[in-house]
């Protein structure tokens, strides 16, 4: 499997585990921004909601159907892109379908992995958070009303250069979010999510959540067995990452081979409790083979660099000199330096 299939979902973490509906959740204080977290957390994962969902990176934009159905507490999602192609992503749990019409072709695999083939709303918050006081400041106002629905914003500011700040307009009735911007230190924003229309059902029907195109002439593949689960932090790894950002540490390890060649890939995850970085360390490739520096997709930026015939690559929804500042210290735990 490639380095580039790897890599996770970046970001927030989704908070709770659960059943039902927001009613089996206690209503949050008004002025307790953490309760706010908590209830849209549980919201994401455990309300019946559908909606077209709208994803904004500098000019470019992406619109897509959501549709989020919960059946005795288990959560099937099917997201559809709202373009030509219109390819479609269906989520059983930790089953994931990819549906490409313009190829007529249907991928099967697996997305234990983070938040893989759910909505980018979900892939924003899915994980546990924890928010560290001495990295995150959080305040709540009244923000108006979107699509129809009154709201509250949660504010998420950072105290350094080192993470993203966030801002998140929550519904009033069920603290779902209907609109969340990202920005940098400098307070401009680098993505957006944001419904431009949202409906929250008591039920939506099974059909709701099946294909939205007939796939039975589709040829069907099978994605590669995913990759073994990352083992806790406390398991050794042969890397450590020297100089990490304030509040980062080290929460898994993960070691197999990548590529034709089976080429030896270790991929560390570190976070903050909010922001996560992973770092992906493949063995055998030459400078000239790979480009060195930055990338960015979004709000998500990566850095990759070259040395000892090895590829470093941090990537995570964090500030470029975050990603930098990990990728450039990345050391072995024993023989000769990077």
Same mark, same amino acid.
């Given at each position: 499997?490639?380095?580039?299939?790897?890599?996770?979902?970046?970001? &927030?973490?989704?908070?709770?585990?659960?059943?039902?509906?927001?009613?089996?959740?206690?209503?949050? #204080?008004?002025?307790?921004?953490?309760?706010?977290?908590?209830?849209?957390?549980?919201?994401?994962?455990?309300?019946?909601?559908?909606?077209?969902?709208?994803?904004?990176?500098?000019?470019?934009?992406?619109?897509?159907?959501?549709?989020?159905?919960?059946?005795?507490?288990?959560?099937?999602?099917?997201?559809?892109?709202?373009?030509?192609?219109?390819?479609?992503?269906?989520?059983?749990?930790?089953?994931?379908?990819?549906?490409?019409?313009?190829?007529?072709?249907?991928?099967?695999?697996?997305?234990?992995?983070?938040?893989?083939?759910?909505?980018?709303?979900?892939?924003?918050?899915?994980?546990?958070?924890?928010?560290?006081?001495?990295?995150?400041?959080?305040?709540?106002?009244?923000?108006?009303?979107?699509?129809?629905?009154?709201?509250?914003?949660?504010?998420?500011?950072?105290?350094?250069?080192?993470?993203?700040?966030?801002?998140?307009?929550?519904?009033?009735?069920?603290?779902?979010?209907?609109?969340?911007?990202?920005?940098?230190?400098?307070?401009?924003?680098?993505?957006?999510?944001?419904?431009?229309?949202?409906? &929250?059902?008591?039920?939506?029907?099974?059909?709701?959540?099946?294909?939205?195109?007939?796939?039975?002439?589709?040829?069907?593949?099978?994605?590669?067995?995913?990759?073994?689960?990352?083992?806790?932090?406390?398991?050794?790894?042969?890397?450590?990452?020297?100089?990490?950002?304030?509040?980062?540490?080290?929460?898994?390890?993960?070691?197999?081979?990548?590529?034709?060649?089976?080429?030896?890939?270790?991929? &560390?995850?570190?976070?903050?409790?909010? #922001?996560?970085?992973?770092?992906?360390?493949?063995?055998?490739?030459?400078?000239?083979?790979?480009?060195?520096?930055?990338?960015?997709?979004?709000?998500?930026?990566?850095?990759?660099?070259?040395?000892?015939?090895? &590829?470093?690559? #941090?990537?995570?929804?964090?500030?470029?000199?975050?990603?930098?500042?990990?990728?450039?210290?990345?050391?072995?735990?024993?023989?000769?330096?990077?």
């Amino acid at each position: 499997m490639s380095r580039a299939c790897l890599v996770p979902a970046l970001t &927030l973490r989704a908070l709770l585990a659960g059943a039902c509906a927001c009613a089996a959740w206690p209503a949050a #204080a008004d002025d307790d921004p953490r309760g706010w977290l908590d209830r849209m957390g549980y919201a994401l994962e455990y309300l019946n909601y559908e909606g077209t969902l709208i994803q904004l990176h500098g000019a470019d934009a992406a619109v897509m159907r959501v549709v989020h159905r919960v059946e005795n507490g288990v959560p099937t999602e099917r997201i559809t892109a709202m373009d030509e192609v219109g390819r479609e992503i269906i989520r059983r749990g930790d089953d994931v379908t990819c549906i490409l019409p313009d190829q007529n072709e249907v991928l099967i695999g697996e997305g234990a992995e983070g938040a893989q083939g759910a909505s980018p709303l979900r892939q924003q918050f899915a994980g546990d958070v924890s928010f560290d006081d001495r990295f995150y400041r959080l305040a709540i106002a009244s923000g108006g009303r979107l699509v129809g629905r009154e709201t509250r914003v949660v504010t998420v500011r950072p105290t350094d250069s080192f993470r993203y700040g966030y801002r998140l307009w929550l519904d009033h009735a069920t603290a779902m979010p209907l609109k969340v911007q990202v920005a940098g230190d400098d307070g401009v924003v680098v993505e957006q999510l944001l419904f431009s229309d949202i409906s &929250l059902p008591e039920r939506i029907p099974e059909s709701a959540v099946q294909p939205s195109v007939t796939i039975d002439s589709f040829t069907r593949q099978r994605s590669p067995r995913s990759a073994p689960p990352a083992q806790k932090a406390t398991e050794s790894s042969a890397w450590r990452v020297e100089s990490l950002p304030p509040g980062f540490s080290l929460r898994a390890v993960r070691s197999q081979r990548s590529g034709t060649a089976g080429a030896a890939l270790e991929h &560390l995850v570190y976070s903050d409790g909010v #922001a996560s970085v992973s770092v992906f360390i493949e063995a055998g490739v030459t400078p000239m083979e790979q480009g060195e520096g930055p990338s960015r997709v979004g709000a998500a930026n990566a850095w990759t660099t070259v040395s000892g015939g090895y &590829l470093v690559t #941090a990537v995570g929804e964090v500030p470029v000199r975050t990603v930098e500042a990990i990728a450039r210290s990345v050391r072995p735990v024993t023989g000769p330096g990077l």
